[in-house]
């Protein structure tokens, strides 16, 4: 059985106070039957990590540099984040390839460095509207897992949690319906199987889209669901703890 995974992403939100709100709120909840992560602003992480200290919170980051040091200003190493104690870090964030440019090849990179220290990456792939109503979804997340399949190999796509965040139910209020997601994620595990019949049943694969406590039970309740990357619902303590709890 795959355990269910729920991964909080902030984005660029929080502060000191609301942090420690939030973790103090989510806490007095009580616990949850999931793995629980919260993937703060690197600026937070520290502090973070003193909040969730006595929690079965993990901590991650949002996103990690290619490169292990250097002459690389404003960037943060994969090293660096594994120094102060993150468990996990997001990378291929459709924000980051659409905003910031972050190609197939420079994700499969940062997975790369990623897995080198230790850190549990969380890869998203996902479709924009327009490639979705051209019937490209299957190329473009196929393209997208085979390019850090390319670099890491089986073994280190092993140690990787997939998220299948459809670009067009991001931030919109939109989600795909638990039927469309469903048919992405085992579209996802049938791709995994190709090269490995054991990780395509291992491995986790979440739902990242405009997921709510109102939507999160009849998501999970699909074969191929394992839990979900949640944004703006991951802002309010008392939203995501309903979000873990969600059967």
Known sequence: MRNRLVVANWKMNGSLQANE?????????????????????????????????????????????????????GEV?????????????????????????????????????????????????????????????????????NAVLAEVGVEGLSHCTLAYEPVWAIGTGRSATPEIAQQVHAALRTELALHSPELAQTMRILYGG???PGNAASLFAMPDID??????????????????SAH
């Not at 479709?127 to 997340?141: W, Y």
């Not at 839990?227 to 873990?244: P, Q, T, V, W």
């Open 77 to 145: 190493s994969a090293r660096m984040l594994s120094d102060i104690g993150c468990r996990y870090v997001i990378l291929g964030h459709s924000e980051r390839r659409s905003l910031f440019g972050d190609t197939d090849e420079r994700v499969a990179k940062k997975t790369k460095a990623a897995l080198a220290v230790g850190l549990k990456p969380i890869v998203c792939v996902g479709e924009t509207l327009q490639e979705r109503e051209s019937s490209q979804t299957l190329r473009v997340v196929n393209r997208q897992l």
């Open 21 to 73: 709100d939030w973790v103090k709120t989510f806490a007095a909840l009580g616990g949850t039957d999931c793995d629980a992560v919260v993937c703060a602003p690197h600026v937070y992480l520290m502090q973070m990590v003193l909040l969730l200290e006595d929690t079965a919170v993990a901590l991650g980051a949002q996103d990690a540099s290619e490169f292990e040091a250097g002459a690389y200003t």
């Open 210 to 212: 405009s997921v709510k």
């Open 227 to 244: 839990g979900g990357l949640i944004g703006g619902a991951a802002l309010k303590a008392e939203d995501f703890h309903a979000i873990c």
